[in-house]
């Protein structure tokens, strides 16, 4: 897919202004949607919209399925709308952070609020809703009916699946349909939290739609090992015969660090490549429904990934293994008709990504964070941004850019003066500047760059296990002078 010249801005829906603790489908995305159109921007960025799960932190990048809505992002307020909560069951006068996302409060408060809607829905709806109801379980029935049941049978034993009763977690024809009988009505409280996640996310779509805004999405490469995906279709996955994976994913070691073990399970791609890679297909199915143009997560494990056997601790004990990339793509692209991806590419560059990358024009990512401003023609100076690039000033991974400037050696922070003509008085805006007047096809900031925040308003620190995903703004945040300067920073740098 070739991309129009375009900006964007990127802040995870968690982090929208809202009044229950979270940010949600309601006022404050309409309110951030607003603020974009009157930045002139095209496209808003976020992290994977799956269910989160306070084990994993509540990382978007650990949810329970890779095709269903978080149903903490859902507005209380739309439902009280709808019809199926009042005004004082949701206003109770709860007081929550601002600045942060406290998730097991808010899961706690939301869950009991959803699951009255849910009762009301079922026994109350309107004739329309009901159709609307069925029309959206038909439609999503290939990822739903696993999905809503797997959630139920956590209600129901707790813990990974893996554990569960062998006929359970084996999925015995004759076990499953007991449960679906035995837990109808867990069932149908999470097959209405979808419809409603579907219904409130694709007004909000229209909405910025109707503004000519886009939405970018983020495609995780790997899933959670006790995740719907998972445990619905476990043979496209490398694991031993009582569902545990054989080998986990991460990254080998790299000059400075020991590597990372992320422990999702990897992919058989043998298996997913005799199915035509039929799951994948599903998922980018779903996910292009929801979003207009998809980031590419750790792009490099589509040319080959590395591999760590389950019982070693240690990054190094991995192989590379390889993956039938240009075959996959070739067959997303015959379903697709065009790929609208950009790819995660930083770290492990080498000819085999790359011949994967440029063979289906996929834009790849440049952050300033990686530079050597020292180093003439770094590839992460954004005067050096080719046209086949997106440029970033900052990611969801990384420092915000007043975090990193702060933290660097005083003969860079020299060199990146000299390279991009600034004197650090507003080193935020000098670096989008920098971004949006380089070659990139795209480029991207994020809210915190745009108010010029520190290291404590960053979003996530890999290898970490705690405190991250939490950072929220409010609505004094969505400032008109700001939306202004970056309006008028388009319009020299990206439209000309």
């Given amino acids: 897919m070739r991309f129009d010249r375009g900006a964007g801005v990127f802040l995870h829906l968690t982090s929208l202004p809202g009044p229950h603790g979270i940010g949600d489908l309601g006022g404050g995305a309409r309110a951030f949607v607003d603020w974009l159109a009157a930045a002139d921007q095209s496209y808003w960025q976020f992290c994977p919209l799956g269910p989160t799960a306070s084990i994993h932190g509540d990382s978007p990048y650990q949810s329970y399925s890779a095709f269903a809505g978080n149903p903490l992002l859902i507005s209380l307020d739309r439902l009280v709308d709808d019809g199926y909560l009042d005004d004082d069951e949701v206003h109770t006068g709860e007081s929550f952070p601002d600045d ?68 359970v977690r084996d999925r015995d024809p004759d076990a499953l349909e007991t449960h679906r009988e035995g837990l109808a009505d867990e069932i149908a409280y999470r097959e209405f939290v979808q419809f409603a996640f579907d219904r409130q996310w694709r007004a909000l779509r229209s909405y910025a739609g109707d503004r000519g805004v886009e939405f970018v999405g983020d495609l995780p490469i790997y899933v959670a090992l006790d ?50 890679y039929e799951w994948w297909l599903d998922r980018l199915d779903r996910l292009l429904d929801l979003v207009d143009v ?70 790849s990512m440049r952050v300033p964070h990686y530079a050597d401003w020292c180093r003439e023609g770094h590839m992460y100076q954004p005067m050096h941004y ?52 380089s070659d990139a096809v795209l480029a991207f900031t994020t809210v915190q760059d745009v108010l010029g925040l520190g290291e404590a308003a960053r979003f996530n620190r890999p290898g970490t296990a705690t405190g991250n995903w939490q950072w929220r703004c409010s609505e004094a945040a969505f400032r008109e002078a700001d939306a202004a300067r970056l309006a008028r920073m388009t319009d020299e740098q990206i439209r000309n």
Avoid at 235 to 254: H, K, S
Wanted: glycine letters at 10%; a negative charge; one cysteine or more.
């Fill in 294 to 363: 998809a980031r590419i997560d750790h792009f490099k494990g589509f040319d080959e990934f590395w591999a760590i056997p389950a019982d070693a601790d240690a990054p190094a004990a991995g192989a590379w293994r390889d993956a039938p990339g240009h075959d996959f793509f070739e067959t997303v692209e015959s379903r697709l008709g065009e790929l609208p991806f950009v790819v995660e590419d930083l770290g492990f560059v080498d000819e085999g990504l790359v011949a994967l990358r440029e063979r289906f024009g996929l834009p």
């Fill in 386 to 437: 080719t046209e086949d690039s997106v440029g970033y000033t900052s990611t969801h991974d990384t420092d915000t850019i007043v975090g990193y400037y702060e933290s660097l050696a005083d003969r860079q922070r020299d060199c990146l003066h000299y390279n991009i003509g600034a004197d650090g008085a507003e080193i935020n805006w000098s670096v989008i500047e920098a971004v949006w007047r």
């Fill in 100 to 167: 942060r996302v406290d998730y097991d409060r808010v899961r706690e408060y939301k869950t009991e609020r959803l699951r009255t809607a849910a009762t009301r829905f079922h026994e109350d709806a309107d004739a329309g809703d009901r159709e609307a109801f069925d029309a959206f379980r038909e439609r999503e029935s290939a990822w739903l009916d696993d999905y809503a049941l797997f959630m139920a049978l956590r209600t129901r034993y707790g813990g990974g699946w893996t554990d569960w009763p062998t006929p």
């Fill in 227 to 276: 995740s719907a995906d998972v445990w619905a279709s476990p043979e496209i996955f490398d694991l031993t015969g009582d569902g545990e994976p054989a080998a986990v994913a991460g990254v080998p070691p790299n000059p400075g660090d020991d590597g990372q073990r992320w422990g999702n399970p990897v992919y058989d791609w043998e298996a997913l490549q005799a199915t035509g």
